[in-house]
């Protein structure tokens, strides 16, 4: 009888778990982070954390390091899970796709967070990327009108890069048609690391017996990497940098000379965005009706509803903007600015 009594209550413990994950699944949303040591990441999801938060909605995120098919099973993961919806920031767009579609046959709501992922019924969400790429040719053009430059661009694997390519030429073919500069290498640093970034510039460095004047950096994971290697050849300050997401020792650099540029795309901004976003849709708001949504297009033509965000270019001459924006400490952003301080360090 005991043993009896033992299995029935371990039924009903079961099914009352159940139960219970099944109820907090249905008011989850899950986010797949395509590489989650990227500085910037944690800021995304601080924000979207403080939005479900106060929603009565649960976090669940998972870390892709990276790895495309890791980032696939992760996906599914989270679809077993049961999640609500789904934020995505795709490692290779087109490699997840399957899952993706997996996710909307399971009435999963998808949002595709700051890279794009080319299929419909998708919230893109993100910084209008053509214009971050063209901000960073214009300032560094600005920076440097004349001279050898250097292309580091992001991993080849991701559509995004590709797009960030196509604003940066928007601002600089022009004067490579004058003659004005030159494109003495272009690289691609798979998974944006620094590290692989650092090796690469070191060998277009020894390549070039170090005649560079400017390095069109993609992003400032990137720029660290790039950095590193100009440091170690007594070049930091020596040469133009450009870079986007305002890490902030990027920005402390931009602050002691030693880059020229960041993109600030207020991560803050954008994780509140999509987490809005995502309980909007919770609540039954369908994704093309979401607030804020315009309609957009993929790569491929294909409609897809989008909130964009606009980019802004931080050079020593605005530092105080992401200051006043609580971004960055004024204590962190002029820590070791010893001569030639920006005004914001006055």
């Known amino acids: 009888m005991n043993v009896k009594i033992s299995k029935m209550l371990a039924s009903a413990v079961a099914a009352v778990a159940l139960m219970s994950g099944v109820a907090a699944a249905q008011d989850s949303v899950g986010v797949s982070w395509r590489y989650f040591q990227d500085e910037r990441w944690k800021i995304d999801e601080a924000a979207m954390k403080s939005v479900l938060e106060k929603a009565g909605v649960s976090y669940v995120g998972i870390d892709a390091q990276g790895d495309p098919q890791k980032q696939a099973g992760d996906i599914e993961s989270l679809i077993a899970r049961g999640v609500k919806v789904l934020v995505v920031v795709a490692q290779d767009a087109k490699a997840i796709i399957p899952v993706i579609d997996e996710a909307k046959r399971s009435n999963i709501a998808v949002i595709a967070y700051d890279a794009p992922i080319d299929t419909g019924d998708v919230l893109y969400t993100s910084f209008d990327n053509v214009a971050v790429g063209r901000v960073m040719g214009e300032a560094l053009l600005k920076a440097v009108p004349k001279g050898n430059y250097v292309a580091m661009d992001g991993d080849p694997a991701q559509t995004i890069q590709q797009v960030f390519k196509s604003g940066q030429m928007q601002a600089i073919q022009p004067a490579i048609d004058r003659g004005d500069i030159k494109i003495v290498a272009q690289q691609n640093v798979e998974q944006w690391k620094p590290d692989v970034a650092q090796s690469l510039m070191e060998q277009v460095l020894t390549v070039t017996n170090n005649k560079v004047d400017a390095v069109l950096a993609m992003n400032d994971s990137i720029a660290n990497g790039v950095a590193a290697a100009l440091a170690s050849q007594g070049l930091l300050g020596k040469v133009a940098i450009s870079g ?87 204590d962190v952003l002029c820590k070791g600015v010893t001569k030639n301080p920006p005004k914001a360090c006055e």
């Open 244 to 330: 986007q997401d305002g890490d902030k020792n990027v920005l402390n650099r931009i602050a002691k000379g030693e880059q020229t540029m960041t993109v600030w795309k207020d991560a803050n901004a954008l994780g509140t965005v999509a987490a809005k976003a995502a309980v909007e849709i919770i609540k039954g708001t369908k994704i093309d009706a979401v607030t804020g949504v315009k309609p957009g297009k993929t790569s491929t033509g294909a409609s897809q509803p989008a909130i964009i965000l606009d980019p802004i270019a931080i050079t020593r001459d605005n530092l105080d903007l992401v200051v006043k924006a609580g971004w960055i400490s004024k």
